[in-house]
Every structure is written in C-alpha cells, then in structure tokens.
C-alpha cells in the first residue's frame, strides 16, 4: 500500500474507506471534499501571494535538506520514496531544523487539520530521516498560524498506524 494524502485523511476518517483506498478502489469524491480542496486551493494561493513565493519554490520533488535554502518557504513539497507519496502544503528549513505547513481553508484548527500533518510529519521523517519537532498549521481569513508539538499526538498517531498496518495485512474489509 502506498501512503499518500488521500490514504491517511481516510486512515482519520473511516477504516472502510482507507482499506479501498489501500485497494486502489476509485470512488468520487463527495461535493464538501470538492469544496474543501477548491477552497484550500484558494487560500493556498492567497498564502504564496501574501509570502511572495517565487515560482521556483512550488511542486518541487523533494530531494534532500541539502538542496533548499533556510528561511525560504516551499509549496507544494512531494514526498516520494519506497511506499510514500506524500504532498506537503508548505516547508520551512530553518538552520537546524524542517518544519511542515498545512494550509487549512477553515477559520479553526480541526482536529483533522492536526491529526494530517502529525502522520505526514510521521512518515517523512521514517522514510527520509528528517527531524520534525513542529508543525504549523496556517487558518483563517487573516492567515493565524498554530504551531504544534508533534509529541502531543504520539498516542493518536501510535493507534493510526497500529490500524494502518492491520489494514495493510487484512484480507477482508473491516
């Protein structure tokens, strides 16, 4: 199975819903998926105006740390490598340190919000051997930004991939 955005949404969600997706089922997306990914890329784009992203700083593939610049923020980052494939919002290298950006097109941080990013940053880092202590979760009309400690969600994200794995393993559907 490989681990993609789509998957680990669905791993929050519905057991079911991972376990098909895991199977590489297509299903349509549903109206408030489609009106939540329109309007995340809205604020996305409204975040890189407001930041002045250049260009070359979006959809690149990442390769390692070596090759991005400290302090620059990059969109649009791709994960890919073994059994990842994973799409961050936006990146940040400071001079020790990476840390990960979810844009969220809500005026709230939701619990899926932290709960996304907390197992992206999860796989990156076991995939890629990176160190990520926080994240930040960028939201609201007026661009707030919460950093968060991914240690607070080790318990949450120890269940989801217990659940992962027993998907990954089963023969019939949950």
């Known amino acids: 199975m490989i681990i993609n955005n789509e998957i680990l949404t669905a791993l929050i969600h519905c057991n079911y819903k991972a376990y098909l997706k895991g199977l590489n089922s297509q299903s349509l997306k549903t109206d408030f998926e489609n009106v939540i990914d329109e309007l995340r890329n809205i604020k996305k784009q409204n975040y890189i105006d407001k930041n002045s992203i250049k260009q070359e700083f979006k959809g690149q593939l990442f390769k390692d740390k070596n090759h991005y610049e400290v302090n620059q923020i990059y969109i649009d980052t791709v994960f890919s490598k073994n059994k990842i494939n994973i799409k961050v919002d936006g990146l940040y290298f400071d001079e020790k340190k990476m840390c990960l950006i979810l844009i969220s097109p809500l005026e709230k941080v ?34 707030k930004e919460a950093k968060l400690k991914l240690s607070n969600f080790q318990k949450e994200i120890s269940k989801i991939i217990s659940l992962l794995r027993n998907l990954e393993n089963a023969v019939n559907p949950p």
């Open 110 to 143: 939701t619990k899926l919000d932290k709960l996304t990013v907390a197992l992206q940053s999860y796989f990156i880092q076991s995939e890629f051997k990176l160190k990520i202590d926080f994240v930040k979760i960028v939201f609201g009309c007026k661009f």
